[in-house]
């Protein structure tokens, strides 16, 4: 079992950046996926990125392609999540996961997760 801690949620403009970050303890191997979900008041919890724990393997929504990155620090058992050109659209609570499987990425399957940071982007 893994612990899962995110921190970096905010209060920003359209068109900021922000990166979250979501600490793990516990065992993880290079078999592991971590993904980043979001939650918007009102609608289920959708799929917004995942990596693998090695890096080598991501995945990302449609919505977000071209503007999000995900990245892992295995040194500091560590993974990102870089937000860019942000839209009010991507206002949410984003929870990070993580299973020690490295398939369907974008299934919400994940057998960890945190409590969750909140972003909100206003016009």
């Known amino acids: 079992q893994v612990q899962l801690v995110e921190s970096g949620g905010g209060l920003v403009q359209a068109g900021d950046s922000l990166r979250l970050s979501c600490a793990v303890s516990?065992?993880?191997?290079?078999?592991?996926?971590m993904g980043w979900f979001r939650q918007a008041p009102g609608k289920e919890r959708e799929f917004v990125a995942a990596?693998?724990?090695?890096?080598?393997?991501?995945d990302y929504a449609d919505s977000v392609k071209g503007r999000f990155t995900s990245s892992s620090d295995n040194a500091k058992n560590t993974v990102y999540l870089q937000m860019n050109s942000l839209k009010p659209e991507d206002t949410a609570v984003y929870y990070c996961?993580?299973?020690?499987?490295?398939?369907?990425?974008?299934?919400?399957?994940?057998?960890?997760w945190g409590q969750g940071t909140q972003v909100t982007v206003s016009s």
């Open positions: 990596i693998s724990w090695s890096g080598g393997n991501t």
């Open positions: 996961a993580a299973k020690d499987r490295l398939y369907g990425l974008a299934r919400p399957d994940y057998d960890s």
């Open positions: 516990g065992r993880t191997f290079g078999s592991y996926a």
